[in-house]
């Protein structure tokens, strides 16, 4: 059984940094593309960033580029979201997903983080 479980969310003023993690179990094969989604209030899911096993190849929103980092620890079966220069913008639940590469959509997801950036 797969589970990803994130944690890291809080309250952090805007300039301020925060880093998410998430913790994944039950993956049986290395093939994953893991990502971050986030959901603000009143709005719908959307792609933060992605990465691959390797870590070689990762993806980035544009309204996160050059603020966010997506890293993972395969030893670990962790993967971070490094998050700096948060903005009032990017309050939202964070959530954490999975999936086989060869697969379109997210298959396994988490049940969300909160963070919350006061202006």
């Known amino acids: 059984q797969v589970q990803l479980v994130e944690s890291g969310g809080g309250l952090v003023q805007a300039g301020g940094s925060l880093r998410l993690s998430c913790a994944a179990s039950g993956l049986t094969s290395r093939n994953y593309v893991m990502a971050w989604f986030r959901q603000a209030p009143g709005k719908e899911r959307d792609l933060v960033a992605t990465i691959n096993w390797s870590g070689g190849s990762t993806y980035y929103a544009d309204s996160v580029k050059g603020r966010f980092s997506i890293s993972r620890d395969n030893a670990k079966n962790t993967v971070y979201l490094q998050m700096n220069s948060l903005k009032p913008e990017d309050t939202a639940v964070y959530y954490c997903?999975?999936?086989?590469?060869?697969?379109?959509?997210?298959?396994?997801w988490g049940k969300g983080t909160l963070v919350t950036v006061s202006a």
């Open positions: 997903a999975a999936k086989r590469a060869y697969v379109s959509n997210m298959e396994y």
